[in-house]
Nanobody
Framework: QVQLLESGGGLVQAGDSLRLSCAASERTFSRYAVAWFRQAPGKERDFVAAIDWSTGNTHYTDSVKGRFTISRDNVKNTMYLQMNSLKPEDTAIYYC?????????????????WGQGTQVTVSS
């Protein structure tokens, strides 16, 4: 069972950038579709971005298109989320998630493996 560990969160100002990382415990990481979700206080955990395990295809929620980029390094067993032009509404706990041999999905129930989350706070 893969374990996922996020890092890179922090407190930034609007317009700044951050890069989140998600390190996986298994060398079979390349066989996992992986995604980022986020959860703001009092709200549901929402899809942010995902990347396929085999094709490298990506998918983003509309609110982050053009600002966020998801990528992966299968040699390092790590996934990234580069976040540019951050806005206060991006403030949330960001979680990485994985599904074995799965395709890109926006549905959190499709991902059985989750990290503990990393806090991102964007001040105005």
């Amino acid at each position: 069972q893969v374990q996922l560990l996020e890092s890179g969160g922090g407190l930034v100002q609007a317009g700044d950038s951050l890069r989140l990382s998600c390190a996986a415990s298994e060398r079979t990481f390349s066989r996992y579709a992986v995604a980022w979700f986020r959860q703001a206080p009092g709200k549901e955990r929402d899809f942010v971005a995902a990347i396929d395990w085999s094709t490298g295809n990506t998918h983003y929620t509309d609110s982050v298109k053009g600002r966020f980029t998801i990528s992966r390094d299968n040699v390092k067993n790590t996934m990234y989320l580069q976040m540019n032009s951050l806005k206060p509404e991006d403030t949330a706990i960001y979680y990485c998630a994985g599904r074995y041999y799965g395709g890109v999905s926006e549905w959190k129930n499709d991902y059985p493996y989750w990290g503990q989350g990393t806090q991102v706070t964007v001040s105005s």
